[in-house]
């Protein structure tokens, strides 16, 4: 993991500072599993994939839950805004998500239904920014790492990390059906729990 700085200090709010990663969560809206059916998972990803290089955004984790989302990301220029690499991420979910709702006639649209100024709209996130913390030590960044791919575990979905095929844990353990390529660390980092995965 490149340009992590080693410097001890209690965060208060998450703030766009070079050689900081960011842990970011984010939720559908109302808590509901939006994000449990494989095309919208789908889309997730490319839309992942998509702002991480309008940005200029290095992916080193994520892991896609039933009705949210975890993220590691690291910008890699200095002047950055992560509200707009999650904005990107977000709306383009968001207006694939609902028009395939309202094709397919789905019950859920009404759930996403809200009225603001009079007008009828649809939410697919919940409204925010989510959950954005700094990182800036690579031990922290690690143990993040491990948090999100045990997210499903903890949660009785699987029984191992890998055994989730939406998270980057599979890339980790490089087993086959990633769905999504992670950006290499530079060696020597090594993570402390599985390796990291050597550079192609």
């Given at each position: 993991?490149?340009?992590?700085?080693?410097?001890?200090?209690?965060?208060?709010?998450?703030?766009?500072?070079?050689?900081?990663?960011?842990?970011?969560?984010?939720?559908?809206?109302?808590?509901?599993?939006?994000?449990?059916?494989?095309?919208?998972?789908?889309?997730?990803?490319?839309?992942?994939?998509?702002?991480?290089?309008?940005?200029?955004?290095?992916?080193?984790?994520?892991?896609?839950?039933?009705?949210?989302?975890?993220?590691?990301?690291?910008?890699?220029?200095?002047?950055?805004?992560?509200?707009?690499?999650?904005?990107?991420?977000?709306?383009?979910?968001?207006?694939?998500?609902?028009?395939?709702?309202?094709?397919?006639s789905s019950g859920l649209l009404g759930k996403l239904r809200i009225v603001r100024a009079g007008r009828?709209?649809?939410?697919?996130?919940?409204?925010?920014?989510?959950?954005?913390?700094?990182?800036?030590?690579?031990?922290?960044?690690?143990?993040?790492?491990?948090?999100?791919?045990?997210?499903?575990?903890?949660?009785?979905?699987?029984?191992?990390?890998?055994?989730?095929?939406?998270?980057?844990?599979?890339?980790?353990?490089?087993?086959?059906?990633?769905?999504?390529?992670?950006?290499?660390?530079?060696?020597?980092?090594?993570?402390?729990?599985?390796?990291?995965?050597?550079?192609?």
């Amino acid at each position: 993991m490149s340009g992590i700085r080693t410097r001890h200090r209690k965060l208060r709010r998450p703030w766009n500072e070079a050689g900081h990663a960011h842990e970011l969560t984010f939720s559908c809206n109302g808590r509901l599993p939006l994000l449990a059916n494989d095309r919208v998972r789908q889309w997730l990803l490319d839309a992942m994939d998509t702002a991480r290089r309008r940005w200029d955004f290095e992916l080193w984790a994520y892991v896609i839950m039933p009705e949210h989302v975890h993220m590691l990301v690291y910008p890699r220029r200095p002047h950055y805004e992560v509200a707009a690499f999650l904005k990107s991420v977000k709306q383009s979910v968001a207006r694939k998500a609902i028009s395939w709702l309202r094709q397919s006639s789905s019950g859920l649209l009404g759930k996403l239904r809200i009225v603001r100024a009079g007008r009828v709209e649809h939410r697919f996130w919940l409204e925010g920014g989510g959950y954005d913390r700094n990182i800036f030590d690579e031990a922290t960044a690690w143990t993040c790492v491990e948090y999100i791919h045990r997210n499903p575990v903890r949660r009785g979905l699987v029984d191992a990390p890998s055994d989730w095929l939406w998270s980057s844990a599979r890339w980790y353990e490089q087993l086959d059906g990633v769905k999504l390529e992670m950006d290499d660390c530079p060696p020597p980092v090594r993570n402390p729990i599985t390796g990291c995965r050597p550079s192609r």
